[in-house]
């Protein structure tokens, strides 16, 4: 949460800063109309403009009180998101609090790792929500007749505004009243907390603003899909050390990791706080000195931005090519289909990212079940339940066919004309991840069986894989016709859903993973206790329950085409 830059996503607002946005909120003149000061009235044509860093707040605050205004939906998620925040912050404050009852030397290491962490956070979550919050696009800034100076100190007070920026202050504060002593301490250790929190916005707008010629481009996007991958190895690092042994003695882990950052400006800010006497000082010294440097480097990278061509606009060459699957099919809605789900497979991040995190996920789950001295558990379901998870995890990426057409989803109405060709469209559907999904869950398979210790188990792995896949199809295709969404024309990797839709998006994950999971119980529980003949019932079970889902969901799907249109073309 320390990385959530602007707080205007889940926050309760998309973020876009237009022209007529900045227009209703009194402080954004045109070009070419009248020019009036942030507050007072209206002057000479050839009048300075005013423009101070509160017409960028007031600017943020009525975007957010407009994006909630007649949608019951985004008031709940603005209300959850308060709630949360405040959760974060309250508990972040008392556990750095209770820090003054550990040994000073621990909680200096404690608070040394965290400021790095929320350091480190608010440079990368930034550069992952890039597609979400078009404030922290430069280029949207670019027409307002404003100076580079006066757009940076707006965009630093826009920053600062938001629920999830508070909490982090609030949590870092919670450091002073952790290990500072006396009143120098406090006073020392206040500036410290305040010199933090600046340096974590300014780096954050510095990176977001150097990088977004880059994220605007489809190669940009596509390193952001890949990105997620190091997220989730990053969430299961703690489990790996664990069972790998690694840590075996936390604290002299915290120990040299807290010597190694020290002298970073996140470890000065915190021995700063600790120390209180005139070698902290002499930190806060430097890190004000680094964080002016900072800043004035961002206003460079923001004037530069303001002027450098956006490489997302130019023209790109595209290949003609049928694929694969065109060849073999004959030609029809099955074959068009199929040959379209895998060129979005194949070139839109969106299709990417759940593929990746799929793979990755089940990977990571086969090598932190497998403990590096032997004494983890063993046997045949250390073989088949990584390939079955693969399964779920690939399955719920059908969990929304529709949502990724978007908009572009009304044509089928030009050629769709009964339930039949509804559940012909899912069928090109599945071929399409099936394609996919068949030759990577064998290798998932054969990958899990070996490390299991025994290679003769990634055949029933494999079969068994094969029939839970077939089920998370067959499910997948009930949750699309039902609980449709938008997918984000840009990817981000906190989100999967136009905003608003958070809670459909996850009701329609959960509901299929649940789903999928009852489903396939009679045919991976007996293989998982040992009865391996059953898993050669496990592909003709998935069969007929992909098949069932995909004929009720197809006549759902016909009479049910105005709501699913409408879901899955919400503004994002």
Known sequence: MAGRDLGMSAAGGDGRMD???????GGGPHAGGPRTGAAGPERGADAPVRVGPAVFVRLKLRLVAGNLRGSTERLLGFVFTVIAALTVATLGFLGMSMLRFAPADIAADVVTVLFTVFLTGWVIVPLLAFGLDDTLDPSRLSLFPLRTGQLAAGMFAASVTGV???????????????????????????????????????????????????LRTRRGRDVLAVSVIFFILAAQLPNLLLNGGLAGDPAGMLREVASVLRWTPPGMAAHAITDGGAVAAGELAFLAVLVVVIGRLWIAALRRALVTTDASTEAASVRNSRGLLARVLPDGPLAAVATKELKYARRDPRGRVGWFAAIAVTGIMSFSLTRGDGSGPTGMAMAIAPACLGAVMIGLQTSNSFGIDGRSLWMNSMIYGTGRDWRA????????????AAPTLA??????????????????????????????????????????????ERLNAFTGAAPGQGGVAFAASFGAMIGSSLLALPVALPVLLGLTWVSALALPYGLLISWGGRRIAGDLGFRRYPEILAATSQPN
Not at 425 to 436: C, F, Q, S
């Open 19 to 25: 022209g007529p946005g900045m227009s209703a909120a």
């Open 164 to 214: 999830w920026p508070i909490a982090t202050l609030v949590v870092t504060a919670g450091a002073v009243a952790g290990l500072a002593t006396g009143a120098g301490g406090v006073l020392l250790g206040a500036v410290a907390v305040l010199l933090q929190f600046a340096l974590c916005i300014v780096t954050s707008r510095l990176v977001t603003t150097s990088l977004s010629g880059i």
């Open 425 to 436: 469209d899912l069928a090109g559907r599945h071929l399409a991840v099936v394609t996919i």
């Open 443 to 488: 290798v998932l398979a054969v990958v899990a069986a070996v490390l299991a210790g025994d290679l003769r188990w990634a055949l029933p792995a494999a079969l068994t894989a094969w029939g839970v896949l077939g089920v998370g199809l067959g499910v997948g295709a009930m949750t699309s016709v039902l609980l449709p969404y938008t997918v984000p």
